[in-house]
């Protein structure tokens, strides 16, 4: 039989299994079955590859394989949940290196491949080079070895500027790819780009950065596959690009800001807006929150990354099925952009075993709060913040929030009284019918727990 053929035919497998796994991804009901069939697809393209007509160092190719799966098994093995947002940003900052390196060594072969796959060699490199260096960027903000934003004076024009004399650098390399020193300059530049763009960025901005590198790298593999003539590749890239652009699409449109804006005009906690709050934080024990809870007929949990950092997500469900056992009505609203990375909390939340029926985004559940007895808010912030329905002065303004502010009553769980993680105050916690329970969720939910247990119907 034809070995192009049988190669041919496999890479058509693999790219069904992907679009497949991606599919069953969308759902956390099949989210476990998509990741196996997508891990069955790259298998498959990893063995294609050594079967590949010319194909050499084996060895070396072997040697790569039980090196990276080595080092992804141990982290798969020990990460915790609150820190897979940095782990997804500094694996996929390694798909946009891989990319540029395979460009960057199209170029150091010297072979001729024509203006149009070189043009392809340089978009990828370029793209591939901002999405590395702008992954490890998140990566540290997000593991908190960065923990400031950085902005040059007039940064948007800086942006602009390197942008273009990147794009100007890499239109000279068509024209001549062998000139070395121009593809070294090229390359530092764009990594470089990739440091410049992503540093002002604070961390209310993050979950949509991660998602637009991620196109970002998607379109790099994409590139390059091409170049390489590689259908895996190509294919890859085209559903992580395509993929990664309708989620940061989806990102930006539950944020109500532009993309534009979460790259030119990032929220930051160095200078708010808004209209200065006034009132006082009045707070309430474990035992008045347990009371609160326990005599509802319905109580919204809504979960944020307070919860996710305590890793509280099992002590919020024992607590839960307190409430059910009793009569009461429990649902959890997800914000979409509720932690760092989207879909964190559905995560957390399932992991904790809570039922997926009872789980709700912001559109299924916002219409219910006016009708909840008790909002319990649990180390969210932005999310729930008022001022985004209120105050046009403010940066988070037009944002879709959850309207826990609606409740009868609303409990907020948070460590202290500074503001959230995006730097803007919280008209919330100073409502007339909000109370503050201070501590972090793990021992404050354990506390209202031991209060609820020693309370009859």
């Keep these: 039989m034809n070995i192009d053929l049988i190669i041919n035919a496999s890479y058509f497998v693999v790219a069904v299994l ?38 050499k160092n084996y060895v070396l190719m072997i040697v790569a394989i039980v090196l990276g799966g080595g080092i992804a098994w141990w982290a798969g093995k020990v990460v915790k949940m609150t820190d897979m947002p940095q782990m997804v940003a500094i694996y996929n900052g390694m798909g946009g290196g891989a990319a540029a390196a395979i460009a960057a060594l199209e170029f150091a072969r010297g072979e001729s491949h024509g203006v149009a796959v070189t043009a392809l060699a340089v978009l990828g490199a370029l793209i591939g080079s901002v999405a590395f260096s702008g992954s490890c960027v998140a990566f540290a903000k997000l593991q908190g070895i960065m923990n400031k934003t950085w902005r040059l004076p007039a940064q948007n024009a800086v942006n602009i500027v390197l942008a273009l004399v990147a794009v100007g650098m890499g239109i000279a390399i068509i024209r001549d790819p062998a000139n070395t020193q121009l593809l070294i300059a090229f390359f530092v530049l764009s990594l470089v780009l990739g440091v410049i763009l992503t540093t002002p960025i ?45 989620l940061t699409q989806l990102m930006a449109k539950a944020m109500n800001r532009p993309i534009s804006n979460v790259l030119f005009t990032p929220i930051t906690g160095e200078a708010q807006g808004g209209t200065a709050i006034t009132g006082t934080m009045k707070e309430a024990s474990p035992n008045d929150s347990a009371a609160m809870m326990r005599f509802a007929q319905k109580v919204i949990i ?16 024992e607590m839960g099925k307190l409430l059910i056992e009793a009569g009461v009505e429990v649902k959890f609203a997800i914000h979409p952009v509720a932690g760092r990375m989207p879909g964190h909390m559905n995560v957390l939340l399932a992991e904790a075993g809570v039922p997926y029926d009872i789980i709700f985004d912001l559109e299924e559940i916002n219409g219910e709060f ?4 008790v909002a319990l808010v649990i180390g969210a912030n932005d999310v729930v913040n008022p001022v985004a329905r209120t105050d046009k002065s403010s940066p988070i303004y037009g944002m879709p929030i959850l309207n826990a502010d609606m409740a009868q009553n609303v409990i907020v769980n948070k460590r202290g009284k500074g503001a959230g993680y995006s730097g803007i105050e919280n008209a919330l916690f100073y409502g007339e019918n909000t109370r503050m329970l201070y501590g972090s969720a793990q021992q404050a939910i354990a506390d209202v727990i031991a209060n609820m247990k020693t309370m009859e119907g």
């Design 18 to 55: 992907f679009i497949l796994g991606l599919k069953a991804m969308s759902s956390p009901v099949t989210a476990k079955q998509g990741i196996v069939w997508a891990g069955v697809g790259m298998i498959l393209a990893t063995l294609v590859t050594f079967a590949t007509p010319g194909m």
């Design 202 to 246: 604070g961390g209310a901005d993050m979950p949509v950065v991660i998602s637009l590198l991620n196109a970002f790298t998607g379109l790099a593999v994409g590139f390059e596959g091409y170049v390489l003539g590689n259908p895996a590749l190509v294919i890859a890239g085209i559903v992580v690009g395509a993929s990664g652009t309708l």
């Design 302 to 317: 809504v979960p944020g990354y307070g919860m996710a950092v305590a890793g509280a997500q099992h002590k919020v469900w």
């Design 370 to 373: 006016a009708q909840a007895d």
